[in-house]
């Protein structure tokens, strides 16, 4: 693979990552408008939206088995289109099972996306040789916030989600199916780690380069989940938690989500020097206690801007977690890293279905303050898994011991 080759491949991925992030948050920032539009209860309305993250569970299981049989590039040059023409269909209908079959089209395809996108980020890190990983994740965030922006001006100048929707799909489809030429498997490789030397050497087991072993990527698969239930907590309660809590107007209100997304769009255009400089595993324990001292913040604020100041924190630190599970599960099992990365993506899904409903029962029966300990103790869990992001994890094999130099021969 020549340099010019992994530069474009890189550039269509970073591509498709902003295109995939101004697609969700087209769907997710426009929610009471497509309740609206359908007429969906308020009972009802939890069964659709959790509807999506499970289907996209589905998604991406059955995506480790087809990129068996097929290249994950491929899985992503379908995909990608699929989820904008569902999301399009999201705002054409009027029927409610339009939407379903809308809705259920994007969760499929949007576990396949994530999965495959990811599958590739991995192989071309392992290319490159060094971290590249959390900028692809910075290029969604930049898609988020760019796709919160336009769904503020739908919302703004009341344009229906059919007129919100299709200029966007209209620009976004051709460019994501032209960039799609251009992706590129990174051919590093296969079973050795960057340096050189063999994964999972000298343990004498099912190594982390062999077949993929659940138990030694189930750390890597809790801290995916812890993540994004701390994700999740920001986006579904932030503005509730400052009005209701913290005594904030309804605009002041609007703004520790957005505040969240462009720190988190910072910290991940940074986040990959910092892997360099200081190691993966510095970085996401930095990241951990960081996010952990936010919401320990957000819990004690005395009120709205001290508040916001501990989302602030969150986004910077929980930005770098993400990305860098997805880069350690490729290192984990280099060999095997398109399964490893498929299984993990499940966690994000089972922290998004998880972290919402589980902050809205702990506030309901105890108080909103004491549910935000929740997922910071959640967070600070990662720490005691930070091992799993180090190089000597790739090397012997996860939980297994090191083995003495006199061993490896």
Not at 163 to 183: F, K
Not at 387 to 398: L, N, Q, V, W
């Amino acid at each position: 693979m020549t340099d010019a080759g992994l530069r474009h491949g890189r550039a269509s991925l970073g591509l498709s990552f902003g295109v995939q992030g101004v697609a969700f948050a087209l769907l997710v920032t426009r929610i009471p408008a497509i309740q609206d539009q359908y007429g969906i209860s308020d009972g009802l309305l939890p069964v659709f939206l959790a509807a999506v993250p499970i289907l996209a569970g589905a998604g991406s299981v059955a995506t480790e088995k087809v990129v068996a049989r097929v290249r994950p590039s491929l899985v992503l040059r379908w995909a990608q289109p699929l989820v904008l023409l569902a999301l399009l269909g999201v705002g054409a209908g009027r029927e409610m099972w339009h939407v379903a079959v809308a809705l259920g089209v994007f969760g499929l395809a949007v576990g396949a996306l994530d999965a495959s996108m990811n599958m590739l980020g991995v192989s071309l890190q392992r290319a490159y040789g060094r971290s590249i990983m959390t900028g692809f994740h910075a290029a969604y965030s930049l898609g988020g916030i760019a796709g919160a922006t336009l769904a503020w001006a739908g919302a703004r100048w009341e344009l229906s989600l059919l007129a919100s929707y299709l200029p966007v799909v209209a620009v976004l489809l051709p460019a994501a199916l032209i960039g799609s030429r251009w992706y590129t498997e990174g051919k590093g490789a296969e079973g050795k780690l960057p340096d050189g030397t063999e994964a999972g050497a000298g343990t004498g087991s099912e190594s982390a380069g062999g077949a993929l072993s659940f138990k030694l990527l189930l750390p890597l698969c809790l801290i995916m989940t812890f993540a994004y239930i701390g994700d999740s907590t920001v986006s579904n309660w932030s503005a509730k938690y400052l009005q209701d809590v913290l005594g904030s107007s309804e605009q002041l209100a609007t703004v520790p989500y957005n505040v969240y997304m462009v720190t988190t769009l910072l910290g991940r255009a940074v986040g990959d020097l910092g892997v360099r400089r200081f190691g993966a595993v510095a970085v996401v324990r930095g990241g951990s206690l960081l996010a952990a001292g936010g919401f320990a913040v957000v819990a004690l604020a005395p009120g709205a801007w001290v508040g916001m100041l501990g989302f602030t924190m969150l986004g910077f630190g929980l930005c770098v977690i993400v990305p860098q599970t997805f880069a350690a599960a490729g290192r984990m099992f280099p060999g095997n890293s398109d399964a490893a990365v498929a299984r993990l993506n499940i966690f994000n899904y089972v922290g998004f279905l998880v972290g919402s409903p589980l902050v809205g029962a702990l506030g309901d029966a105890w108080s909103y303050r004491g549910a935000m300990l929740v997922p910071m103790v959640l967070v600070l869990a990662t720490l005691v898994y930070a091992r799993a992001f180090g190089p000597e994890t790739a090397r012997y094999g996860g939980g297994h011991e090191r083995p003495r130099t006199a061993d490896v021969g």
